[in-house]
Structure formats: C-alpha cells, structure tokens
C-alpha cells in the first residue's frame, strides 16, 4: 500500500523558533492534509492542499502542495508552547475518499521553555 | 455545531469478547471514515460508510466490521478481540464522497487485556 515519509520523527526546539517538517511520497496525491493531535484527542485538521503548488497559510502555519504531488511541508513560525503535539500529513489519493487517508507517522514536537 | 462524537471513550476487554463503538458524525455530513491508531503508531485505515453502505476496508482482517445507520451514525464492531486490537479509534466524517477533509472525533481507547 501508500506510505507517506514524514520527517522530523521528533523536535526539541526552543519557544520562538520557527519549525519545519515534510512529507513524502513515492505515490502521486491529489489532497494533502495536515493534522495536529494532542494528547487524548482526535486529530485536529490544521491546513488542507488541493492544488499542486499551492501555499496555504493558517495563522502562523503555512503548507505547501509539492509540484511533483508526491511531497508537503509544513511550517509554524515563531513556535508557542500549545503548538506542542503530534502532527501528522495526510495524502488522498483521489476524490471520494476511496482509500480513507494514508497518514504520515507524525512529528512529535517538544517546545523547551 | 457540534463536532463528531464518539462512545464511550475507553473500553477494557478480554481476549475472545467484542467490541462495538460508536460514531456519531458532524450534522449534515453523510460520509463516516473509521481508523485505528495503535500506540506509536500512525492511523490506518479500517473502514469507509458513504449514504448508509459500506464503500471501502483497509487491510484488516473480517472480525472488523460495521454499519451505518440512516441518520448517518455508525457503529465499528470487533468480534473475537486480541491483544494487538489495543488501540485509538477514530472516527472521521465528511461532508459527502466528494470531498477530503475529514473531522476527527475524540477517539475510543480500547484496551483488550
């Protein structure tokens, strides 16, 4: 099946830095999805990709949809001690929902005070 | 509005009993997505309802099934449980198969002892 690479596995980074973590691909998607989950939590949808190229921003967030469709970034700047969590890619391979989502394993953010 | 909901929230078993949990998903939204996320671990893909019919399963094995019911609610049933199907499930629903981004709920922890 699909696998998404996503990378960092982990960060310890000092609060006000800025943050930086990828996917990618060897299978071609159409949606890329970006997630954060807290401790306990569900999944929270943070920014959604539809477009090759695209640049989306959320706040302090931004993400982008890779040219070749096969990779995502996704940066937080000036990094706050809530951005702690989990955050996970997520790729759709076609409209409809067919497969579900293929998610990356997360990058485990830990801000240090 | 409300967001997705699920029940209960944790769930202990023994090995050999079954399972059911449930979703309720976001008002208006037709489409219920199931995952399971074991510890460490990113989500995988279980199961997909669309208008009250089963649409598409990962690759887990038949004691993993469910329904829909026709106010778009659903119900994830694990039959024979063993100690690996400890995990996070989730439910994610959709507006309709047209569209990707899917809504979390909070999860069932499910403990198979």
């Known amino acids: 099946g699909q696998q998404l690479n996503q990378s960092p596995q982990s960060m310890f980074i000092q609060e006000g830095e800025d943050v930086s973590m990828n996917c990618t691909s060897s299978s071609i998607f159409n949606t890329w999805l970006w997630y954060k989950q807290d401790p306990g939590e569900g999944p929270v949808l943070l920014i959604a990709l539809y477009k090759a190229g695209e640049l989306t921003s959320n706040g302090r967030l931004t993400a982008q949809f890779g040219i070749t469709r096969k990779d995502s970034f996704l940066n937080i700047s000036a990094s706050i001690p809530s951005d702690v969590g989990i955050y996970f890619c997520a790729g759709q391979l076609s409209g409809g929902g067919a497969d579900g989502l293929t998610f990356g394993k997360g990058t485990h953010l830990i801000i240090q005070p | 509005e409300a967001g997705v909901t699920q029940s209960p929230t944790h769930l202990i078993k023994t090995r050999g009993q079954q399972a059911t949990l449930r979703c309720s998903p976001i008002?208006?939204?037709?489409?219920v997505y199931w995952y399971q996320q074991a510890l460490g671990l990113g989500l995988q893909f279980l199961l997909w309802?669309?208008?009250?019919?089963?649409?598409n399963r990962g690759n887990f094995p038949p004691r993993f099934s469910g329904r829909q019911f026709p106010n778009y609610s659903s119900e994830l049933n694990v039959n024979a449980l063993e100690l690996e199907d400890s995990a996070l499930y989730l439910c994610?629903?959709?507006?309709?198969?047209?569209?990707?981004?899917?809504?979390f709920g909070p999860g069932t922890r499910l403990t198979v002892l």
């Open positions: 994610a629903s959709i507006q309709g198969a047209s569209y990707n981004e899917q809504f």
């Open positions: 309802y669309d208008e009250g019919e089963e649409r």
């Open positions: 008002s208006g939204h037709t489409s």
